[in-house]
């Protein structure tokens, strides 16, 4: 072209587009014209495929006018640095990189639909007052960085839809008053990282999920937002995100090393999304299909809104195995809901470790129909885990133990047709519980019904369900020689207890110093493999609605105890009365006393023997009464025949057979006729013997009235 400079003159003092179809145009003459003085009116530069030799060299300039250098290429790599624009648009450019730190522009940045820039792209401190566009750009880089943009200032939104990036995007501290838009972008930084943004400020949402025009956002490298602070959601609804720099598991880990040793932070290199500490206004969404590879990090993240998971797939470092964890979030408060369940894109699956420890959910957490894969370790480690409303774990297909121990659930704790396989391992071999409650609190029910399946039974020591826990139509253990308890419930606290097993629970079941108002049971729990322990089991009433036979349950509380124990007798005597049944009651206290006796020493025994059947223990007085009157009328018979000498022929009372055996049998008494008839031979034995029966059963009688008025 002749008149170069005359022409530039004249488009820039139009405003209008011109096209220079690959025209060269010389980088110092764009400087000339873009640093001088501008025409009145509106200018503008506007160039389209243009093709600019030399460096373009802005360094610290003052550009008055808008410059839009659309489909344009560039010898060198431009510098910006310092440099101040009004507006700046290099869309569909093709540059070796771009050097902008500290830039200021007054209106947007476009580096998009076709931008595609070879090397660095540094926008170190940059301040956009308006958007800076990526979206459909390409960023290849060198040195492992597609763009640094550290502490950039955006005051509109950042756009980056369907970018793609070879190399490392940096934002670390950056502030973007709008939202950060990376629908659809395509990163891969196999050495490291793909996305940072540490500590990023964005006052509107972060989307990193599907784009209606194209694919869902991918992330060969990590993701990382610790620190990060977002006004609105965080998506990552779809997205497909995973480690290129997960270690070599190597070696087999030495025995009891299998749960996870916590990496530092931002360092681990097993994570694919690092988002610790990081503050959601709105929800956290990781769901609709989205695909993770490696650790998923949210220790100690804020989301003040829900945390989505359905339909998301996590797998941890190591796969489905006990080595690695998929998801953690040690810490992490959610104000909301945690959303798991299938709302139509599938439920929330996790190959891997689940992590909630000293998690707090405002809300509800929902995790039915889940499934949790950590064979042989801790599928669920929510040790100190809160939960305001209910947790549901409804048909959760695990493999793995669900560890919970002092647990806080404001609500139900529902775990419906759940099936819990694999559970973690001790030491010798032996299965750990598959759902461990130890010390739990659960506002109202525990729901362990309708097919639960616990191949490792059920753990729920010392803790306390404020309203039922139920264990209806479950499986309890299923390996005899594998399963120390199918259920540990010692010392568990709860107003109803319903153990109705699908089958015999295979391993003990422990009852010991429970306390329950109501208990509900079956024969099938009675029939568990390694027994039932009842020591100190408290309970106010059986539910009786199967029938009850006393005599049954007498056999099944002996079965249960090995050795003579009172508390199981007087705890079924007890219930019974509650009940109104006294003869039961009465039942079960004569059948303790007979198995107190039935261990004692021989004295024992032969005293417990007399109190049976002479007063059957103080419950049934009538026996005394039944065994004076047959002595008392075989001594009126023998006497009646057998009539004795007066001591004294002038002083004796007249002789009656039948008072004299009376006087004889009944001690203490006298009626006038013991002392003053003179006995031998026979008469003096049976007379002796009827002086010893009736202290004998006045003894038992009164050891029996002492009862009846204890009992009273």
């Known amino acids: 072209m002749d008149d170069l400079p005359t022409e530039l ?84 450019s093709r540059l070796p990189g771009l050097r902008a730190g500290n830039l200021r522009v007054g209106a947007d940045l476009l580096l998009d639909d076709g931008f595609d820039a070879e090397g660095l792209v540094d926008l170190t401190d940059a301040q956009i007052g308006g958007s800076l566009r990526l979206s459909g750009g390409r960023l290849r880089g060198t040195g492992g960085y597609a763009l640094v943009a550290d502490r950039v200032v955006v005051e509109g939104t950042w756009y980056a839809r369907r970018l793609r990036a070879d190399s490392e995007l940096r934002l670390p501290g950056a502030r973007i008053t709008g939202n950060a838009d990376l629908a659809g972008a395509q990163l891969t930084s196999p050495s490291g990282d793909a996305l940072d943004v540490t500590g990023i400020a964005i006052g509107g949402s972060m989307i990193a999920g599907r784009h209606a025009e194209g694919p869902a ?120 809901d945690i959303e798991g369940r299938d709302n139509g894109s599938g439920a929330f699956s996790c190959a891997g470790q689940l992590r909630l420890v000293d998690a707090h959910v405002r809300g509800t957490a929902s995790l039915s129909g889940c499934t949790l894969a950590a064979p042989d370790g801790y599928a669920l480690l929510g040790d100190r885990l809160r939960v305001g409303g209910e947790l549901y774990l409804r048909h959760v297909h695990c493999a793995g133990t669900l560890r919970m121990q002092n647990l806080d659930v404001g609500a139900t704790l529902d775990c419906t047709g759940a099936e819990l396989t694999r559970p973690r391992l001790r030491p010798d071999a032996t299965l750990r519980p598959s759902l461990d409650l130890r010390a739990a609190t659960i506002g109202k029910d525990l729901l362990c019904v309708d097919g639960f399946i616990a191949a490792g039974g059920v753990r729920v020591r010392v803790a306390e369900v404020r309203k039922s826990a139920q264990f209806i139509d479950a499986t309890l253990g299923t390996s005899v020689e594998l399963t120390r308890y199918s259920l540990n419930a010692y010392g568990l606290t709860t107003i109803d207890l319903a153990v109705l097993p699908a089958s015999a629970p295979a391993g003990t079941v422990r009852l010991a110093s429970a306390r329950a108002g109501s208990f509900t049971d079956s024969p099938l729990l009675w029939a568990a493999d390694g027994g039932v322990t009842i020591d100190g089991f408290d309970y106010q009433s059986i539910d009786e609605t199967r029938g009850d036979d006393t005599r049954q349950r007498l056999r099944l509380i002996e079965r249960a105890t090995r050795d003579y124990a009172p508390g199981p007798y007087d705890q079924l005597a007890a219930a019974y009365r509650r009940a109104g049944h006294e003869d039961r009651a009465e039942r079960v206290l004569m059948a303790r006393q007979v198995r107190r006796y039935a261990e004692a020493g021989p004295a024992g025994r032969i005293w417990g023997w007399l109190q049976r059947w002479t007063v059957g223990f103080g419950y049934q007085p009538w026996l005394a009464v039944c065994w004076l009157v047959l002595a008392w009328v075989l001594g009126g018979i023998w006497f009646a025949g057998h009539v004795p000498p007066p001591v004294d022929n002038g002083q004796d009372p007249v002789f009656n057979a039948w008072i004299f055996a009376a006087d004889t049998l009944l001690p203490i008494v006298n009626l006038g006729q013991d002392g003053y008839f003179k006995l031998d031979g026979a008469s003096q034995w049976i007379a002796t013997a009827l002086d010893v029966v009736g202290w004998i059963l006045a003894t038992t009688a009164a050891a029996g009235a002492a009862r009846v008025l204890k009992r009273v």
């Open 9 to 92: 003159g004249n488009a820039l003092a139009s405003g209008r587009e011109w096209d220079l179809d690959d025209a060269p145009v010389p980088a110092a003459l764009l400087v000339q014209v873009l640093t001088a003085a501008p025409p009145p009116g509106a200018p503008a530069l506007r160039l389209r495929k243009a093709r600019v030799t030399g460096a373009l060299r802005l360094f610290g300039a003052r550009v008055p006018v808008p410059v839009e250098l659309r489909d344009c290429s560039f010898e060198h790599v431009p510098d910006l640095r310092m440099a101040e624009f009004t507006g700046l648009a290099l869309t569909g």
């Open 217 to 336: 956002f991918t992330a060969s490298g990590r993701v990382r937002l610790p620190g990060a602070r977002i006004g609105g959601d965080l998506v990552f609804s779809g997205a497909q995100i995973e480690s290129t720099t997960i270690p070599d598991p190597g070696e087999e880990a030495p025995e009891g090393s299998r749960a996870p040793v916590l990496p530092a932070g931002i360092v681990d290199p097993a994570a694919c999304l690092v988002a610790d500490r990081v503050r959601v206004e709105g929800n956290l969404e990781l769901d609709d299909g989205l695909c993770t590879t490696g650790t998923v990090r949210l220790p100690n993240a804020v989301i003040g809104g829900y945390l989505r998971l359905s339909g998301a797939e996590l797998t941890g470092p190591s796969g489905a195995s006990d080595r690695g964890i998929a998801l953690l979030a040690d810490g992490m408060e959610v104000g909301g």
